[in-house]
């Protein structure tokens, strides 16, 4: 079993950046597929970025290319989503997820509990 706990969400300004993170535990995510969901009030949830576990390859929707930046430490078991130049659009409870298989879907298996992003214009 996986633990999936998110952090680094909050309320920032148009145009800023946040950094967040997802600590997996219970059990190495090392060799997982990560990826980064979103789902805004009154929305589905949608993938935001994903990376095979050996972080060389990456996908990201359209609406975040250029401006937000997966990442991972295999090491630490912990995944990131560098988000720059965010906008109000962006707003949402962003979800850590892990799994077997490399997938844009929601086709995961393990799932965080979510942190709040929350972009003020």
């Known amino acids: 079993q996986v633990q999936l706990v998110e952090s680094g969400g909050g309320l920032v300004q148009a145009g800023n950046s946040l950094r967040l993170s997802c600590a997996a535990s219970?059990?190495?995510?090392?060799?997982?597929?990560m990826g980064w969901f979103r789902q805004a009030p009154g929305k589905e949830r949608e993938i935001v970025a994903a990376?095979?576990?050996?972080?060389?390859?990456?996908y990201y929707a359209d609406s975040v290319k250029g401006r937000f930046t997966i990442s991972r430490d295999n090491a630490k078991n912990t995944v990131f989503l560098q988000m720059n130049s965010l906008k109000p659009e962006d707003t949402a409870v962003f979800y850590c997820a892990a799994g077997q298989r490399f997938t844009t879907t929601s086709g995961y298996n393990y799932w965080g509990r979510g942190t709040q992003v929350t972009v003020s214009s």
């Open positions: 990376i095979t576990w050996s972080g060389r390859s990456t």
């Open positions: 219970g059990r190495t995510v090392s060799s997982y597929a």
